[in-house]
């Protein structure tokens, strides 16, 4: 990491929990600094220097992923995480925007929507000359639940791992499973996969704005913005099948 006295400014994408984003807002130098928190916390310390915090709406994507299932007739919904690079704070408010949606719209139904975020003790990767996508894999524990009908995924990687899977196993999607994941990358084109962007060109152009017209003086935390993302609908979700995978 650069010593930080010999910088002007700096955008940090880091959890917060991690020790370089703690250097930063609790160091003695006065500089501009820009936080993307994209665990999106509702509390932040400073020591007193100039400080742009920008965060990541998370629930707001749970929450228009899961109306985008509920109005396609989602009932029975698989969370998957297996990922051990994601915070499992940003995991939790995904989730809770999921979670939230459904009672508030159709306290009346069958909802269900299980979270996988542990891989299976049986489970190592393999090298790539070693794998093959009709061996067991995590994606069996989701694929167990009675009647799911659709699959959000942490992640667009961990998604198109996911499609790659249950093409080996014969399940269609969105024919019998549909799949919906998050951050709109683009390896999303080619697979077709619908996504929830979270606007990440936006969020770097505002760090950049918020460090070249920050003020003559720093002090304290100036300003908090939140940035809201869009449902890139594309041909991985579908209406459901009334009957089990």
């Known amino acids: 990491m650069p010593r930080l006295g010999e910088r002007d400014g700096c955008v ?42 920008i965060k990541l709406d998370n629930i707001m994507a749970g929450r228009t992923v899961a109306k985008h299932l509920h109005d396609l007739g989602h009932r029975r919904i698989a969370f998957l995480s ?41 489970w190592k990767p393999l090298p790539p000359e070693k794998r093959n996508d009709k061996l067991p894999s995590p994606f069996d524990l989701p694929l167990a639940m009675d009647r799911v009908t659709a699959w959000i995924c942490i992640s667009d990687v961990m998604a198109l791992n996911a499609i790659q899977v249950l093409r080996a196993r014969g399940i269609g999607v969105p024919r019998r499973l549909s799949i919906i994941s998050f951050n709109n990358s683009p390896i999303c084109h080619s697979e077709g996969l619908t996504t929830y962007d979270l606007n990440h060109f936006q969020t770097g152009h505002l760090a950049a704005a918020s460090l070249i017209h920050r003020p003559t003086t720093p002090y304290g935390l100036e300003k908090c913005l939140r940035i809201q993302g869009a449902l890139v609908i594309r041909s991985t979700t579908g209406f459901p099948l009334q009957s089990k995978i």
């Open 12 to 53: 940090f994408y880091i959890r917060r929990t991690h020790p370089w984003y703690k250097s930063v807002l609790y160091s003695k130098h006065l500089f501009a600094s820009v936080a993307i928190d994209q665990t999106d916390n509702d509390s932040i310390q400073t020591s007193g220097k100039y400080v742009t915090l």
């Open 82 to 122: 297996f990922c051990e690079f994601s915070p499992s704070e940003l995991i939790g408010r995904r989730f809770a925007g999921v979670r939230e949606f459904f009672p508030e719209t159709d306290p009346d139904s069958n909802f269900s929507c299980q979270l996988f975020d542990r891989l299976p003790k049986w």
